[in-house]
């Protein structure tokens, strides 16, 4: 059983944004993590791995797309139980959207074949909750979006996932499939140093688009969309409260009983 | 290549009010010069429901018989994929709920049309449709176009358009598509769980008490119970926390939670992550009280306090002793 679990590097913002043309923050604007729903689709993939029999022959392999700051996020895939690594990068992926970025994964996949994809159900900085649909539906597979648990039995998995409105439905579908993954469906571990050190000795390949039969300016035209400018909203309307603990509660207490009318 | 089609979800009980606001959205697209305004119902008892969004504006609506009695995604995905192949929009507006999340991107993807997600605002003028969405947690806002795109798809977030009321209408032609969805089904539905019976129903509450990420500990919620109970509210909470086990699923506001419409929504150590908010928008006074100025929720809020939440708290207990 082969998992090929697809992960984001996110950009987090600094206090002060400051921006490099109308579309683009500044690098200096911008720190980097491995997005939070990926650590638990990862966790999600390790813990199938290990539940599978040694003679099953269970690989993870993660892949990301991204400039060098994705080697970290996937060296933290490493020692987080990811058997290899997969880089895929080529300059005119810079601000690839959803759709061009599953152009460029369900090539990867069609050379890993995995039995299972797992993707998380969104990433921080983008927030498009697309990514993995989309690449469901450019290799025809299975899925099922934003799930919160799952269980596997041979060549079929129950997925759980969440509805509007607060209710829960239960699926049941058939490997080849394709999960996205919301936080909360596991606690993903937290490697040990030791953990860290063996994961350098795994493999961590670099490709580019033309290794991968592709051709930049094809991945760019599949994008959705294309951005115009980034903005900041406009201060909020918020009137703020000042003051001490005690005045702060006062006026609140204020608002709430005119509001309510008591 | 032209026109605006909506397509509206159907839930257990019928319509869902998020395709009235996917209306109100189209009509003004269509007002812009997008072309006439159509709204699409997948289901078994789409037909029936016709009514329920013949809004003014509406020019046809378009019903899409199904053979399954409720929503799978794979069955969307070839019901959308035909009315985009047959109908040729040059917009089609879907709600960015739970539902949609599971086909929309891949009829995108397979279409080769232009696509956004949870998209806040959109106009319609010379070069095409206009998207704005909020990303970066909130903080930034993105202006999308669609070059050469004959076809955009796009997810409104809910509560973020204004509903247009059904009634007024009645001048919508009603017509049928059939696709063949017959066995287009890939998963198999074992269970449909409703939230917790007997537990609160936090969309019917006058006030709500509701708390984030902020509260730091289980051990803490007992306390923030007590409080909104002396406020006369009931306790509610963001995502994380129902996803911690430390909230039951019932009391959740947001996406994937429930939308909320009190008179005072007191936000307490909630950062405003766009989920929630999608939850909140109906609320009439939004209060919030949070340690970090940049939280998103005070863009939101009409009132606003920086402030330990837990100092806030007790003086809030004294207030309400």
């Known amino acids: 059983m082969r998992i090929l679990v697809a992960v984001k590097q ?5 206090e002060h944004v400051t921006f490099d043309g109308p579309a683009r923050v500044s690098p200096a604007a911008v720190s980097w993590q491995l997005n939070e729903w990926d650590r638990s689709s990862l966790e999600t993939a390790v813990r199938l791995a290990e539940g599978c029999e040694a003679s099953a022959g269970a690989e993870v392999v993660a892949v990301s797309v991204g400039d060098e700051h994705a080697e970290q996020g996937l060296r933290a895939c490493l020692a987080a139980g990811a058997d290899r690594a997969l880089r895929v990068w080529d300059e005119q992926l810079e601000d690839a959207d959803p759709l061009a970025l599953a152009t460029v994964l369900a090539a990867v996949a069609r050379e890993e074949r995995p039995d299972l994809i797992l993707c998380g159900a969104q990433s921080s900085d983008a927030a498009h909750a697309a990514t993995g649909v989309a690449l469901a539906g450019l290799l025809d597979l299975a899925r099922v979006a934003v799930v919160g648990a799952i269980e596997r039995d041979n060549a079929r998995l129950t997925a759980q996932r969440e509805l509007d409105g607060g209710a829960l439905e239960v699926l049941r579908l058939s490997l080849p499939a394709l999960l996205t993954i919301q936080t909360g469906i596991n606690e993903p571990r937290h490697p040990t140093l030791r953990e860290i050190k063996q994961a350098r000795a795994r493999p961590l390949a670099t490709l580019g688009l033309a290794e991968l039969g592709l051709d ?13 400018r980034l903005l900041s909203p406009e201060p909020g309307g918020a009137l703020m409260l000042d003051g001490s603990a005690s005045a702060i509660a006062e006026r609140i207490a204020e608002i709430v009983r005119t509001r309510v009318g008591a | 290549m032209s026109g605006v089609l909506v397509l ?7 319509v869902r009010s998020s395709s009235l606001e996917l209306i109100g959205a189209g009509r003004m697209l269509s007002e812009q010069g997008a072309g006439p305004l159509s709204v699409a119902l997948v289901g078994q008892d789409a037909e029936a429901s016709a009514d329920a969004v013949d809004a003014p504006g509406v020019r046809e609506i378009v019903v899409v018989p199904s053979p399954y009695a409720h929503f799978e995604a794979h069955v969307a995905q070839v019901a959308l994929e035909g009315l985009i192949r047959v109908r040729r929009p040059a917009v089609v507006l879907a709600a960015h709920t739970s539902d949609s999340l599971g086909f929309v991107a891949a009829v995108a993807a397979r279409a080769g ?23 970066h947690g909130e903080r930034l806002i993105a202006e999308l176009d669609f070059p050469g795109r004959q076809t955009v798809v796009l997810l409104l977030r809910t509560g973020a358009f204004e509903p247009l009321e ?8 009603c017509t049928r598509l059939d696709v063949v969805l ?16 007997g537990d609160v129903d936090i969309a019917k509450a006058d006030v709500l008490v509701s708390i984030g990420r902020g509260v730091e500990s289980a051990e803490q919620i007992p306390r923030f119970e007590a409080l909104a109970e002396r406020m006369g509210a009931t306790l509610s909470a963001s995502g994380p926390l129902v996803e911690a086990g430390w909230v039951s699923r019932a009391r959740k506001v947001g996406q994937s939670g429930r939308t909320v419409a009190p008179r005072v929504y007191l936000a307490l150590g909630i950062s405003g992550a766009a989920q929630h908010l999608a939850g909140v928008s109906k609320a009439k006074t939004i209060i919030a009280v949070n340690s970090d100025p940049n939280a998103r929720i005070f863009d939101a809020a009409h009132y606003g306090a920086v402030a330990d939440l837990f100092e806030v708290a007790a003086e809030l207990e004294r207030q309400f002793g």
Do not use: M
């Open chain 2, 113 to 135: 049309v232009g696509f956004a997600s949870d998209v806040s605002g959109v106009s319609w003028g010379e070069s095409g449709v206009i998207a704005r969405r909020r990303c």
């Open chain 1, 216 to 228: 930049g300016g094809a991945v760019r035209a599949a994008a959705g969309s294309r951005t115009l």
């Open chain 1, 10 to 14: 996110v950009a987090k913002l600094a």
């Open chain 2, 166 to 173: 059904a009634g007024g209408g009645g001048r919508a032609a």
């Open chain 2, 182 to 197: 017959e066995g287009r089904a890939r998963t198999e539905r074992l269970e449909r769980r409703e939230p917790p019976a």
């Open chain 2, 8 to 14: 509206g979800e159907l839930g257990e009980r019928g």
